[in-house]
């Protein structure tokens, strides 16, 4: 099988109600969330781009276009541009279809 595992594609919305002190949770848009204000989402393409959709400082929508890529063994690596210029870098624990686990 070549490119990624198809079930890693797509709109992955933070369940922050399960992150734990070192990850966090991501599940696909069609999970049954509990009510929340706002969640946080990444967006993964099979072409190795990603957006992250956060808030900005004044609360609105803010989104920030990246990069992903698959490393292999069910892991991958999340890479998205900072303020400061210096790219932030995340690791994917773990990913299945209904759960994406990000270090935070």
Do not use: N
Not at 26 to 46: C, K, N, S, T, V
Not at 71 to 93: C, F, K, M, N, Y
């Amino acid at each position: 099988m070549s490119g990624p595992p198809p079930e890693i594609i797509g709109i992955w919305l933070h369940s922050h109600e399960d992150d734990t002190a070192s990850t966090m949770v991501f599940r696909p848009r069609h999970y049954a969330f509990g009510p929340a204000r706002w969640r946080d989402a990444i967006e993964l393409q099979a072409d190795g781009t990603c957006t992250w959709h956060g808030s900005g400082p004044d609360d609105r929508g803010l989104a920030v276009p990246g990069r992903w890529e698959d490393l292999g063994d069910g892991r991958a690596q999340i890479t998205l541009p900072t303020a400061a210029g210096e790219p932030s870098r995340r690791r994917v624990q773990s990913w299945t279809p209904e759960m994406l686990v990000v270090e935070k």
